[in-house]
């Protein structure tokens, strides 16, 4: 491949990772750009809404002249089709890719095309009407026709559930079939968990900065794990809502409807059980919090052992001040819980003036020991109604500099005094709220009563 080759393609993936598509990512193994690894998240307002879809790029000596190979990787082990351009084994039909023959001008591959325009015809296929996908079946538009893909988007729904969501963050939170979760310490019994000092020993041969390399076989190329449970914790309130919605529709252990285009093992056969998923959507939030709370355990034990990481998160953290107010920020003031590097609080003071007038608002930023390959997790400890904040409390915000925490902290701040942000689904993290806010004009004022009765509530509390 050549140099030429190499910087374009290196040049297309810097332009996907420095722009603010959220609905695509792509990452590559130690610079090896012949093989990028890329994220698709299912567009909403669709049956695959906020589903996980990885595929495989692979880039040949003849790119930019001919199109990569693109091959899907969420397909439940080579047995779930999940449409009719994407099947089970993983062959992308593209006419954009040579996969398939085109019949429009501008369909066909050129040079002019890249790695974005490749991903954006990919997510263009995760419709409403995957059933029209199929050749033959464009302008099926009948009464029977529009059944069919009904029925074809219900199970489709409930796979994305399934297989492109639980069963990514299950893989990504090591739980396993039964619910359990392996102990990294070995110290679930009581005896074993009040012994401090054989758990700081056993994390710092984890992540000892100062110990010799040790030879051991390279861990599996997992770019998007924390990805994963981010965005599973934006998107929760949409997950539960699936769940509730559709389970009284589709009775546990009713057969999927099979297309008639599927078969000869590209098909996707299964029964509903949204029990289940119901069940494991439970045991993931759990396990992510007994997650979150391992990092402040976990970043004491760095804090006793005097380590450099725990000394370079507690300096972030003495920077923040002065950094928010040269940023004119001075209604939030920031704490360690315990004299935690690894457990921030904020206290948000709302601005005269604003809907937040006179509210006084706890929140939690919750930091990785392996900040910043694991991103915060940012709680509301006090009650809010607001767009950015779910009904868990987590907060969806945007951070100029993910490796600056100090530019974590203002972007919250930034989330909660945005009144009037642009529309965009897919930032919605509490649909009741953005259903008020995007609505009408008395939704709008509904919205903005219920913010300022958040800041009012909370004067009330501390009286």
């Known amino acids: 491949m050549s140099n030429q ?7 297309e993936i810097t332009s996907i990772q420095q722009g603010s598509d959220l609905s695509i990512a792509v990452a590559c193994q130690e610079k090896d750009v012949r093989t990028v690894h890329a994220l698709i998240i299912g567009p909403p307002g669709t049956p695959y809404q906020y589903g996980f879809f990885d595929f495989t790029v692979d880039f040949t000596p003849e790119y930019p002249s001919k199109p990569p190979k693109v091959n899907a990787k969420t397909t439940n082990g080579g047995r779930t089709r999940f449409n009719p351009n994407i099947y089970a084994g993983g062959k992308v039909c593209l006419s954009l890719l040579g996969t398939w023959h ?4 501008g369909e066909e591959w050129s040079s002019a095309q890249g790695l974005e325009s490749i991903l954006w015809s990919i997510q263009s296929l995760l419709s409403n009407t995957p059933y029209e996908n199929e050749p033959g079946y464009e ?3 009948g009464k029977e026709d529009q059944k069919m893909n009904e029925l074809y988007c219900a199970k489709i729904r409930h796979e994305t559930l399934r297989i492109a969501v639980l069963a990514k963050l299950e893989d990504a939170l090591n739980i396993q079939p039964d619910g359990s979760v392996p102990d990294r310490s070995d110290a679930n019994t009581e005896d074993k968990s009040t012994d401090a000092e054989a758990n700081e020993e056993a994390f710092e041969e984890l992540t000892d900065d100062d110990e010799p390399e040790r030879v051991t076989l ?40 099979k297309m008639p285009f599927e078969g000869g093992g590209n098909t996707m056969d299964g029964k509903f059980n949204y029990s289940a998923l119901g069940k494991r959507l439970v045991r993931i939030q759990e396990v992510l919090a007994d997650e979150t709370k391992q990092w402040a355990i976990d970043g004491m034990a760095l804090k ?14 003495e920077q923040v001040p002065d950094y928010l107010k040269r940023m004119d920020c001075h209604n939030v003031s920031i704490e360690l819980e315990n004299d935690n590097p690894y457990v921030w609080i904020l206290t948000y003071f709302g601005k005269p003036g604003t809907n937040l007038d006179g509210g006084i608002f706890k929140i939690q930023m919750a930091i990785s020991p392996r900040f910043p390959e694991e ?26 500099v993910m490796e600056e925490l100090r530019n974590h902290v203002y972007a919250i701040v930034e989330s909660l005094e945005e009144d009037c942000p642009p529309y965009d689904p897919r ?6 709220a953005a259903a008020l806010l995007f609505g009408s004009a008395d939704e709008k004022k509904s919205y903005f009563r219920q913010l300022r009765r958040s800041a009012q509530r909370t004067t009330e509390e501390v009286g």
């Open 5 to 11: 080759t190499i910087l374009r393609i290196s040049r």
């Open 102 to 105: 085109g019949e429009k001008p």
């Open 139 to 141: 302008h099926a538009k």
């Open 218 to 257: 390279p861990p599996r190329f997992e770019p998007y794990k924390d990805l994963y449970k981010r965005r599973f914790m934006w998107y929760l309130d949409h997950y539960t809502k699936t769940i509730a919605t559709y389970s009284s529709q589709h009775k546990d252990g009713s057969d999927f409807c």
């Open 304 to 317: 006793r052992r005097e380590s450099h990481k725990a000394a370079t998160i507690q300096r972030q953290f």
């Open 375 to 400: 991103q915060p997790r940012v709680t509301f400890e006090t009650s809010i109604f607001h767009h950015r904040v779910s009904k868990k409390g987590t907060v969806c915000y945007f951070p100029k």
């Open 427 to 432: 930032t919605i993290v509490n649909p009741e």
